[in-house]
């Protein structure tokens, strides 16, 4: 997958983010043909990401890459574990 995706669900009572970045190189992906699952974010341009960590928090900045560098994205994501 040549895009950046996220999607956000609550699964067994624990909200579960799913990202897949697949933005480095390559040819981007064509129109969308499944209209399921709907996504929270689908962006089709060359990007990168960086992650934060700190103690029970990521941070996830999306950038894109081309024609200027600019955040397309930001998530946090808190364990609330004990």
Known sequence: IHDY???????????TTFIVS????GSLE?????????LDKLIKIHH???V?????KLTIYI?????????IDRITIKNTHP
């Open 5 to 15: 995706e996220r999607l956000t669900r609550k699964i067994k009572g624990h909200q």
């Open 22 to 25: 697949g933005g480095g190189g």
């Open 30 to 38: 064509g129109p969308r043909t499944n209209a399921f699952p709907q």
């Open 48 to 50: 990168f990401g960086r």
């Open 52 to 56: 934060i960590a700190k103690r029970k």
């Open 63 to 71: 950038y894109q890459s081309e024609p200027r560098l600019k955040i």
